[in-house]
């Protein structure tokens, strides 16, 4: 099993990079493989990559620091993108997002990154609290024993959801079929 994490922010091992590790160790020691992907460049070709990447991986964690009181634009760039991609990629893989900031801002930033989870039917992981770091530096977010421990969580409960979903594809439980997408439209 292999969890991808894409970086959002555009400083490659910044706060959001050290949220993003603290899962990516949690989930090493449960036997779950990941990659961290550094999806701070929205270029068509960066996108591509991730997309490929996606395609192998079981679930998907997104992470972005808070500029604005939202993701930053490249991961939201980036996300329009790839959902526009990949889209079947993410159907039914479970997902979570993480935020980074010095102070505020997340809970905001969370709802902009889940968004594109549940359009694509993903089970949304959660963890003790708001998944979200504080720390205007990595030794600072290195600090927040709340956020680490936040992180820690996630990344058991996303070890434990994907064990579960591998028992139940063992057991013969299917995936659920998806229908056609209905359009409604009130303009005549």
């Given at each position: 099993?292999?969890?991808?994490?894409?970086?959002?922010?555009?400083?490659?091992?910044?706060?959001?990079?050290?949220?993003?590790?603290?899962?990516?160790?949690?989930?090493?020691?449960?036997?779950?493989?990941?990659?961290?992907?550094?999806?701070?460049?929205?270029?068509?070709?960066?996108?591509?990559?991730?997309?490929?990447?996606?395609?192998?991986?079981?679930?998907?964690?997104?992470?972005?620091?808070?500029?604005?009181?939202?993701?930053?634009?490249?991961?939201?760039?980036?996300?329009?993108?790839?959902?526009?991609?990949?889209?079947?990629?993410?159907?039914?893989?479970?997902?979570?997002?993480?935020?980074?900031?010095?102070?505020?801002?997340?809970?905001?930033?969370?709802?902009?990154?889940?968004?594109?989870?549940?359009?694509?039917?993903?089970?949304?992981?959660?963890?003790?609290y708001w998944t979200m770091v504080h720390g205007?530096?990595?030794?600072?977010?290195?600090?927040?024993a709340e956020g680490l421990q936040i992180m820690?969580?996630?990344?058991?409960?996303?070890?434990?959801?994907?064990?579960?979903?591998?028992?139940?594809?063992?057991?013969?439980?299917?995936?659920?079929?998806?229908?056609?997408?209905?359009?409604?439209?009130?303009?005549?």
């Amino acid at each position: 099993m292999k969890v991808l994490l894409l970086n959002g922010s555009p400083r490659k091992q910044g706060c959001t990079f050290t949220a993003l590790s603290e899962v990516a160790k949690t989930l090493g020691e449960q036997g779950i493989e990941t990659e961290i992907f550094q999806a701070g460049n929205p270029d068509t070709e960066n996108v591509k990559a991730a997309a490929e990447k996606l395609k192998q991986a079981d679930a998907l964690i997104v992470g972005s620091p808070v500029y604005w009181a939202s993701p930053t634009g490249q991961i939201i760039e980036f996300m329009d993108k790839l959902c526009s991609m990949a889209g079947d990629a993410l159907l039914h893989k479970p997902a979570a997002a993480v935020a980074s900031a010095r102070r505020a801002g997340t809970t905001a930033t969370l709802d902009v990154l889940l968004k594109y989870f549940t359009y694509h039917q993903m089970p949304v992981v959660s963890s003790n609290y708001w998944t979200m770091v504080h720390g205007n530096a990595p030794e600072e977010v290195k600090q927040d024993a709340e956020g680490l421990q936040i992180m820690r969580t996630l990344g058991q409960n996303m070890a434990w959801l994907l064990k579960c979903i591998e028992a139940g594809k063992k057991a013969g439980v299917e995936i659920p079929t998806t229908e056609e997408k209905i359009m409604t439209n009130f303009i005549r």
